[in-house]
C-alpha cells in the first residue's frame, strides 16, 4: 500500500468527528426520548471510520464520506419521524441529525476537494429526498411535511454557503501566496524567458555590440549623420564604444567628468545637442551632434551620439524620431549587458584554470624551447655535431609540446554524449591521452541506463579529466587504472596510477587537486584522495550512497594502451 494511504488521523479531525457525534447523540435523544434511535449515531461513526483512519486514500476516503452522507440521510428522515419536537409543524426533529453534515463537507473543503465536497451536498440532497419519500408519518409521506422540507433546505443552503466560503478563502490565499518571491521558482521562470526570446532575436544573438551596430543602421534611416556610435560604461567613470559608423574612426570624449554634451546627457538621462564635435579632436567647421542617453527603467545603460558636418541638423522633430527607436533599443541593450555579465562570470572559473594551464605548461615548455634555440645559435659555427644534437632535441620539445597543445584542446572540446553517457566520455578521454602519453590503460566501466543530471555529468567529467591529466603529467607512472560506475543517483569516479605518489608532485599538480575539489563541493560529492599500494595515488569522486543493484543495466569492460 503507498505511504499517502496510510497517513495517520489527525487529532484535530478524530476531536471534530468525536465532538460532532456526541453533538447529534444528544440531540437525537433529546428529540426522540429513544434509546433505540441513537443506533443512527452508531451507524454514522462506523461510516466514518474508513475515512478517519486512511484521510489520503484516493479510494476509501471519499467512498466513506458518500456513505456518512446516505446513512445521514436516511437517519434524518427516521428521526424526524419519530421526534417530539415541532408539535403540529412534522419533521422539524431532522434537525437533531443534520448538524453532522457539516463535518464531510468540513473535510474535504480542507483538503482543497471542492468538487468532491459539492458532489457529497449532491448525494446528501438525494438521500434525504428519497428517504423522506420512503418514510410515513401519520399516513403521509415525510416529503410532503413542510417542517422536514424547510430543516433540510436549511442545512443543505448552510453547508453550501460554507463550502462556496472556503473555496473563495482558498482562492484569496493562493494569490497571496504567488504574490511572495519565489527565488527559484522566479529564476526558472527567467531562464526559461530567456532562453526563448534570445532564440526569438535578429540573429539570435544578445550580443551588445550586435544589437549596437543594428540601432545604428536604423538611427541612419531617420536623422542625417556622417558619424555615429553607441557608449557605454565600462567603470571608472568612463565609457566604451560599442559600435560606430563613419568614414573615419573617431576618438570620442568618453570621460563623464568632462564638460562635454555627453557627460551632460549621461547625468540628465535628457538628450543634448551641441554646436560642436564630442570628439577629442576635429578638424573644425559646421558640426552638429545630438546625444541620446539610452535610459532602462531608472538606469542609464549606454548613450548613442550623432553628428552630421552641418549646422542645425537635428531640430526636435528629429530628436523625437530619434528617441522613438532609442526607448526601446534601451531595454534590449540593458538585456544584452547583462547577459554578456552572466555569460563572463558563468565562464571565469574556466579561463581562470586554462591561464593556469597555459603558464604552467605551455608557456614554460615553449621557454625552455627558446633557451633552446639561443644555445644552438651560440655554438653553430663552433661544433656543427653539437648544433645538430640541440636542434634535434628541440625538434622534439616542439613534438612534445605540439601534443600538449592538441591534448588541451581536445579535454575542452570533450563532453558528455547525450546518446554515449558518462563513461562514454571518460573512456574516450582515457584512452587518448594513455595513447598519446605511453600509459597503459584499464578501463572498468558499469553504468545503468538512467542518466545524471547534464550539469552533474559534465563536473564528473572535468574531475575525471583533471585526475588523469594530473597522472599523465606528475606522476610518472606507466599504468592508469580509471573505474566509472553511475547509477543514478550515485556515482563513482575513480583514477589511479602507479607513480610517484601525491607528496613528490610539483605544485602545480596541487592546483589540480584543488580544482577537483571545487567541482566535487559544487555538486555535493565527496574527493578522495589516497595513496595506491604498492606505489601510486587513486583520485575518487563519490555521489551520493550506492543503491541496491536490482536494476538492469549494462556494464563493459575494457583495457587499452
Given at each position: 500500500?503507498?505511504?499517502?494511504?496510510?497517513?495517520?488521523?489527525?487529532?484535530?479531525?478524530?476531536?471534530?468527528?468525536?465532538?460532532?457525534?456526541?453533538?447529534?447523540?444528544?440531540?437525537?435523544?433529546?428529540?426522540?426520548?429513544?434509546?433505540?434511535?441513537?443506533?443512527?449515531?452508531?451507524?454514522?461513526?462506523?461510516?466514518?471510520?474508513?475515512?478517519?483512519?486512511?484521510?489520503?486514500?484516493?479510494?476509501?476516503?471519499?467512498?466513506?464520506?458518500?456513505?456518512?452522507?446516505?446513512?445521514?440521510?436516511?437517519?434524518?428522515?427516521?428521526?424526524?419521524?419519530?421526534?417530539?419536537?415541532?408539535?403540529?409543524?412534522?419533521?422539524?426533529?431532522?434537525?437533531?441529525?443534520?448538524?453532522?453534515?457539516?463535518?464531510?463537507?468540513?473535510?474535504?473543503?480542507?483538503?482543497?476537494?471542492?468538487?468532491?465536497?459539492?458532489?457529497?451536498?449532491?448525494?446528501?440532497?438525494?438521500?434525504?429526498?428519497?428517504?423522506?419519500?420512503?418514510?410515513?408519518?401519520?399516513?403521509?409521506?415525510?416529503?410532503?411535511?413542510?417542517?422536514?422540507?424547510?430543516?433540510?433546505?436549511?442545512?443543505?443552503?448552510?453547508?453550501?454557503?460554507?463550502?462556496?466560503?472556503?473555496?473563495?478563502?482558498?482562492?484569496?490565499?493562493?494569490?497571496?501566496?504567488?504574490?511572495?518571491?519565489?527565488?527559484?521558482?522566479?529564476?526558472?521562470?527567467?531562464?526559461?524567458?530567456?532562453?526563448?526570446?534570445?532564440?526569438?532575436?535578429?540573429?539570435?544573438?544578445?550580443?551588445?555590440?550586435?544589437?549596437?551596430?543594428?540601432?545604428?543602421?536604423?538611427?541612419?534611416?531617420?536623422?542625417?549623420?556622417?558619424?555615429?556610435?553607441?557608449?557605454?560604461?565600462?567603470?571608472?567613470?568612463?565609457?566604451?564604444?560599442?559600435?560606430?559608423?563613419?568614414?573615419?574612426?573617431?576618438?570620442?570624449?568618453?570621460?563623464?567628468?568632462?564638460?562635454?554634451?555627453?557627460a551632460d546627457a549621461w547625468a540628465s538621462q535628457q538628450p543634448q545637442t551641441a554646436a560642436r564635435s564630442q570628439a577629442r579632436s576635429h578638424p573644425g567647421g559646421d558640426v552638429s551632434a545630438l546625444i541620446v542617453p539610452l535610459v532602462a527603467g531608472v538606469r542609464t545603460v549606454g548613450l548613442v551620439v550623432l553628428e552630421a558636418d552641418a549646422g542645425h541638423a537635428y531640430p526636435s522633430p528629429v530628436v523625437s524620431r530619434v528617441t522613438a527607436l532609442t526607448g526601446p533599443a534601451a531595454l534590449r541593450l540593458e538585456a544584452a549587458l547583462l547577459f554578456d555579465e552572466?555569460?563572463?562570470?558563468?565562464?571565469?572559473?574556466?579561463?581562470?584554470?586554462?591561464?593556469?594551464?597555459?603558464?604552467?605548461?605551455?608557456?614554460?615548455?615553449?621557454?625552455?624551447?627558446?633557451?633552446?634555440?639561443?644555445?644552438?645559435?651560440?655554438?653553430?659555427?663552433?661544433?656543427?655535431?653539437?648544433?645538430?644534437?640541440?636542434?634535434?632535441?628541440?625538434?622534439?620539445?616542439?613534438?612534445?609540446?605540439?601534443?600538449?597543445?592538441?591534448?588541451?584542446?581536445?579535454?575542452?572540446?570533450?563532453?558528455?554524449?547525450?546518446?554515449?553517457?558518462?563513461?562514454?566520455?571518460?573512456?574516450?578521454?582515457?584512452?587518448?591521452?594513455?595513447?598519446?602519453?605511453?600509459?597503459?590503460?584499464?578501463?572498468?566501466?558499469?553504468?545503468?541506463?538512467?542518466?545524471?543530471?547534464?550539469?552533474?555529468?559534465?563536473?564528473?567529467?572535468?574531475?575525471?579529466?583533471?585526475?588523469?591529466?594530473?597522472?599523465?603529467?606528475?606522476?610518472?607512472?606507466?599504468?592508469?587504472?580509471?573505474?566509472?560506475?553511475?547509477?543514478?543517483?550515485?556515482?563513482?569516479?575513480?583514477?589511479?596510477?602507479?607513480?610517484?605518489?601525491?607528496?613528490?608532485?610539483?605544485?602545480?599538480?596541487?592546483?589540480?587537486?584543488?580544482?577537483?575539489?571545487?567541482?566535487?563541493?559544487?555538486?555535493?560529492?565527496?574527493?578522495?584522495?589516497?595513496?595506491?599500494?604498492?606505489s601510486g595515488t587513486t583520485v575518487a569522486v563519490v555521489l551520493g550512497t550506492s543503491p541496491r543493484r536490482d536494476n538492469v543495466r549494462g556494464s563493459a569492460a575494457a583495457e587499452g594502451e
Amino acid at each position: 500500500m503507498p505511504a499517502s494511504t496510510t497517513a495517520r488521523p489527525h487529532p484535530l479531525a478524530a476531536a471534530a468527528r468525536l465532538v460532532m457525534l456526541a453533538l447529534v447523540a444528544v440531540l437525537t435523544l433529546f428529540a426522540t426520548r429513544e434509546l433505540a434511535q441513537l443506533w443512527w449515531i452508531a451507524l454514522l461513526a462506523v461510516a466514518g471510520l474508513p475515512a478517519l483512519l486512511a484521510p489520503q486514500h484516493r479510494i476509501i476516503a471519499p467512498l466513506s464520506r458518500v456513505a456518512e452522507v446516505v446513512v445521514l440521510g436516511l437517519a434524518a428522515s427516521h428521526v424526524a419521524a419519530v421526534a417530539l419536537v415541532g408539535g403540529s409543524i412534522h419533521g422539524l426533529g431532522a434537525s437533531a441529525v443534520l448538524p453532522y453534515l457539516a463535518v464531510p463537507v468540513t473535510v474535504t473543503a480542507l483538503r482543497r476537494r471542492f468538487r468532491e465536497g459539492a458532489g457529497l451536498l449532491a448525494v446528501a440532497a438525494v438521500a434525504l429526498l428519497v428517504s423522506g419519500a420512503l418514510t410515513e408519518v401519520d399516513g403521509a409521506r415525510q416529503i410532503t411535511q413542510p417542517g422536514y422540507l424547510a430543516v433540510c433546505a436549511q442545512w443543505l443552503i448552510l453547508a453550501v454557503l460554507g463550502l462556496y466560503a472556503a473555496r473563495t478563502l482558498h482562492r484569496v490565499m493562493q494569490a497571496r501566496g504567488e504574490g511572495k518571491p519565489q527565488p527559484y521558482a522566479e529564476a526558472t521562470r527567467l531562464l526559461t524567458q530567456l532562453r526563448t526570446v534570445a532564440r526569438q532575436l535578429p540573429g539570435a544573438t544578445l550580443d551588445p555590440g550586435g544589437i549596437s551596430e543594428h540601432l545604428l543602421e536604423e538611427l541612419r534611416n531617420v536623422a542625417p549623420s556622417n558619424r555615429a556610435a553607441v557608449l557605454s560604461a565600462s567603470g571608472g567613470g568612463r565609457l566604451v564604444v560599442l559600435a560606430q559608423v563613419g568614414v573615419d574612426r573617431v576618438d570620442w570624449e568618453t570621460t563623464l567628468d568632462a564638460d562635454s554634451a555627453i557627460a551632460d546627457a549621461w547625468a540628465s538621462q535628457q538628450p543634448q545637442t551641441a554646436a560642436r564635435s564630442q570628439a577629442r579632436s576635429h578638424p573644425g567647421g559646421d558640426v552638429s551632434a545630438l546625444i541620446v542617453p539610452l535610459v532602462a527603467g531608472v538606469r542609464t545603460v549606454g548613450l548613442v551620439v550623432l553628428e552630421a558636418d552641418a549646422g542645425h541638423a537635428y531640430p526636435s522633430p528629429v530628436v523625437s524620431r530619434v528617441t522613438a527607436l532609442t526607448g526601446p533599443a534601451a531595454l534590449r541593450l540593458e538585456a544584452a549587458l547583462l547577459f554578456d555579465e552572466v555569460r563572463s562570470l558563468a565562464t571565469n572559473e574556466e579561463r581562470q584554470r586554462l591561464a593556469r594551464e597555459i603558464h604552467d605548461g605551455v608557456a614554460q615548455e615553449l621557454v625552455m624551447v627558446g633557451y633552446g634555440i639561443d644555445n644552438a645559435l651560440a655554438t653553430v659555427h663552433d661544433d656543427t655535431e653539437e648544433t645538430a644534437e640541440a636542434l634535434r632535441t628541440l625538434r622534439a620539445e616542439v613534438t612534445r609540446v605540439i601534443t600538449e597543445l592538441r591534448l588541451s584542446l581536445f579535454e575542452l572540446r570533450s563532453e558528455v554524449d547525450r546518446h554515449g553517457g558518462l563513461a562514454a566520455a571518460i573512456a574516450e578521454y582515457a584512452r587518448t591521452v594513455g595513447a598519446s602519453a605511453g600509459l597503459r590503460v584499464h578501463l572498468s566501466l558499469d553504468e545503468s541506463t538512467a542518466r545524471l543530471p547534464a550539469a552533474t555529468e559534465a563536473e564528473l567529467l572535468r574531475i575525471a579529466q583533471e585526475a588523469v591529466t594530473n597522472a599523465r603529467k606528475h606522476a610518472g607512472a606507466s599504468n592508469l587504472w580509471v573505474t566509472c560506475e553511475v547509477d543514478p543517483p550515485y556515482a563513482q569516479i575513480e583514477v589511479s596510477d602507479d607513480g610517484q605518489g601525491i607528496a613528490d608532485q610539483r605544485p602545480d599538480g596541487r592546483y589540480g587537486l584543488a580544482i577537483m575539489a571545487e567541482r566535487a563541493e559544487r555538486i555535493r560529492g565527496r574527493l578522495e584522495i589516497r595513496p595506491r599500494r604498492p606505489s601510486g595515488t587513486t583520485v575518487a569522486v563519490v555521489l551520493g550512497t550506492s543503491p541496491r543493484r536490482d536494476n538492469v543495466r549494462g556494464s563493459a569492460a575494457a583495457e587499452g594502451e
